[in-house]
C-alpha cells in the first residue's frame, strides 16, 4: 500500500476501493468471533475454501470465503451467511461444508436442518434479517461486524470507514467536532454516563493550557459474561481507530494508548494488524493526508486486573506502576498520564463518534430517549435461548430484550431476575420487566447500564447465590488499598457464604446492608463503591429469598447444597440403575428393576443422577 | 485564598491544602492512619472520611487528607454519616487486627463495640503503606513494595526476596503504626542491622528535619533493639 498523501487522495483511494468491492458480489461470510471460534468455526472457513475449489465453484460461481468479526447470535454458532442473498445457516458443521456447496451454492437450494427456527412461532427461517434476534435491534456500531474483514482496511474503507476524519480534516475546526459530539447527546459507554462531548471539552482546555495530553481507549473489559468491546475491536477495529484520531484532533492530543487486556488476543491481534494498515496508508503518524495534524496510537496491553478498567488504575498500569487506584480529584482531564491532561472513554465511545460525524448529531440525538441517546451494546447471557450480543436503542424495555430479542427463557422456565450492568450493577425482578433501558431509568431501580452486561436468571437460580457469586468476583479483583472494599468485600462475602450453608443468623441482612451501604460510601474507586451493588439490589427485591435460607435453612430454588436433599420417587423409579451407575459418592442403592433410594449421608447433591433420570424419578427438596 | 466552611467554621486556607490539613490547622481533629505529614497522601485507610453538603444533591463522603479545598465547599467532620463510616471502617480493621494494640485503641476511640465479623487469621500489618512509601519517597531508595491484590497484598521486597537494595535505616521499623514490619525479612540478605546511624542517615538524607516517628514510637534505639532480637529469634 502507498501512503496517502492528501485529502484527494484519500477520496481517490477510497473510490476505487469501492468500485472494487461491489455489494453484491457472491460471498460466504463466516464469523470468526471468540464464541464462533470455540464452536469450531476455524475449521469450517477453511473446509469452505477447499470445499469450493473441489468442486469447481471457481469461475462463474467464484464465490469467496470471508471471515469476519462477531455476528452476535452466539447461541447459533458456527454462523454462516450466505450473501448477497442473505441466507442464514446456524450451528454449521464442518460436515455440511459439501452439502452448502453443492446445494445452496451451486443448486440454488436452502438446506431445512441448518435454518434458524423461531422457538415463538416455530417458523424456519431462510434470511439473516429476517430472524427475529436481528429484526429487532438497531445495529450502528455493530452494523458492519457480520460482513467485514477486520484484517483489511480497503474493505472498512470502501464501506464508509474514515470519511468521516476526512470530512473533519477537510472542514471542521476542533470546536465543531466537541459541540457535535456534545449535541449528539453521546454519553460515556464504559459505564458512568457522562457527557463526552462535555470531558472532552474540559480535557481539550486543559491541553490548550497546558500544550500536551493524551487519549486513551479503555478496552480492558472484564465483567464476567461481557463481551461487547471485545467484539468490537475483534470485528471492527478500524472504527475504534477513526473514533479515536477524530477525538485526537478534536481534543489536539498527538498520541492515544489502546488499554486492552492481554486475554484478548484476538483482539489484540486484529487492532495491531489494523493499526500497522492505517500507519502505512498514512492515517496515522504525521501531516496525516497533509492536514498537518499528527496522531500517533499504541497498544498497551493489561495484565489482568479488573481494577485496571478504572480510569486512574489504568493510568498507573499504563505508566509502568501498580495498577491501583489513586483518588479524584484530579480527574485525568486536569492530571491524567504522565501529569498531562488524558481523556479515557471506552471503545463503544470511540465507535460511536465517526457514526456521529457521518450521519450527524442531530440524526443520532433522535435516537434514544430524552436524556439517553444513541444505542447500547448488551451482551445477553446465562439462562436466556438467544445469548448473544445485542445493540438496541436506549429506551427499549427489558422485557423486548429479553422476549423479543433474546427470544425467553429455555426449557419454558420462568423469568426471575437480569443482572445489568456486571459485577457493578443491580439485579431486576419480572415486575421491573418494563424499565426502559437507559442511563436514568436503570439507576432509578438500583441497576445501572454499566458496560452493558446483562445476566438472565430464571426460577432455579438462588438469587442468594447469583449475589454471592459476583461478590466473589469483585471480592478478587479488590486492589486492596483501601480497608472498606477489602476487609468489606470480604466480609459481605463470608456472610453470603454462611447464608448460603444454611448458618445465617437474623442480623445478618441488617449487617449486609450497613456494610454495603458503608462500602458504597467510603470506598476509593468505583470497584468498591459499586460492589455492593448485587447484593443489596437482592436483598430490595428478592428478600425472602435471604429469610427463607436463615430462618427457614431452605434454599427455594433448592440450588445451596447444604440446604436440598436428593431422594428418589419410588412410584416412578423403575430401577434401571442408571442414576446408581453413575452415583460418583456411591450413595444410591438398589437392585435392578426395584426403586432405589439416595443415602443422604453420601450423596454430594451433584445432580448427576437427577440429570440423567429418564423417569422424572429424582427430586429434589 | 480560599473559603470555606468546616463544621460551621468560615476557615480561609491558601490555595492547594487539602481538607485534613485544613482541618488541622484550625484545630479540628480528624482520625487518619495511613497519612503521615512527611509524605504524599494516599487515601487508604478512609478514617478521615468528611461530608460534603452539595445543594440539591445527597450528601458525599471524601477522604479530607487527599481532598483539596475548594471555594465556598460545606463541610462536616462529625456527622452522623462521617462518624458512622469511621466506625464502620474501624471495625473492619479490627476484624483482621484484633489483638494489635494500636489498632484496638483506634477502633475503641471511634466507638466500635462488637465486632460482627472476624477474619480467619490477625495480621498486625494494616497495610496503610507507610513504609512502602517513607522508603521511596523519604529515603528515595523503594527497597519495598505492597505486592498482590486484595486479602493477600502485603509488603515485601521485590520477588520476597531480602532486598539488595535496602540501605538499612530502619525508616520503614519506625514509621510502621502497629509495629508489624519484619526488617529482618526485607534487609537479612545482606545482613544490615536497623541502627540509629542508619536511620539518621536514611531520612535525613531526603526530608531535612521533619521528625519522623508518629507519636507512639517514643524510644527508637529500644524498637530497634526488639526488633534485632527478633530477628536472631527468628534466625
Redesign the interface.
Known sequence: MNRLQTLEEFDQWQLARQQEYNPDRPVITVCGGTGCRVYGSEKVWEAFRSELTRQGADGDLYYDVKVTGCHGFCERGPLVVIRPQGIFYSHVKVEDVPEIVSETILGSRTIERLLYVDPVSGEKIIHEHDVPFYTHQKRLILEKNGNLDPAEISEYIAGGGYSALAAVLRSWTPEQVISAVKSSGLRGRGGAGFSTGVKWSLCAANVLKTGDGYIVCNADEGDPGAYMDRSVMEGNPHSVIEGMLIGAYAMGVHQGFVYIRAEYPLAVKNLRLAIQQAEELGLLGEDILHSGFDFKLSVRLGAG?F?CGEETALIASIEGR?GEP??R?PYPAESGLWGKPTNINNVKTWAAVPIIIRHGAEWYARIGTEKSKGTLIFSVVGKINNTGLVEVPMGITLRELIFDIGGGIPRGKAFKAAQIGGPSGGCLPAEHLNVKMDYESLTSLGAIVGSGGLVVADEDTCMVDFARYFMTFT??????????C???T??ML??LTRICNGEGQP?DLE?LE??GS?IR????CALGQTSPNPVLSTLRYFREEYEAHIYEKRCPARVCKPLITYRIDVERCTGCMVCLRNCSGGAIQGEKGQPHSIDPEHCTRCGVCRNLCKFDAVLVA | MISLTIDEQSIQVPAGRTLLEACREHGISIPTLCYHPALEPY?????C?VELEIPGRPPR???AC???CEEGLVVHTRSA?AL??RM??AE??L??ARGVPEIEQLAAELGVETV??Q?AETNTC??C?LCVRACREIVGVSAI??I??????KVSAPFELASSRCIGCGTCVLICPTGAFRFDEVAGFHNVEPTLEGYRRGYYRASGEIDLRPDFVQDLPALLRRQGQAGEAKG
Not at chain 2, 43 to 47: D, E, M, S, Y
Not at chain 2, 148 to 153: D, L, N, T
Open positions: 486486573a481494577v501498580i489513586r483518588p480529584p471480592q478478587q479483583e479488590s486492589c486492596g488499598k483501601c480497608v472498606p477489602r476487609i468489606g470480604k466480609a463470608e456472610t442480623d449487617y450497613e456494610l458503608h460510601a467510603s470506598s476509593l | 487515601g487508604g485507610c478512609r478514617l472520611m463522603l471524601v477522604a487527599v481532598y483539596p454519616l458512622k463510616s464502620m471502617t473492619l480493621l476484624a483482621g460482627r465479623f477474619l494494616v497495610l503503606g513494595s505492597l498482590e491484590r486484595g486479602m493477600a497484598k
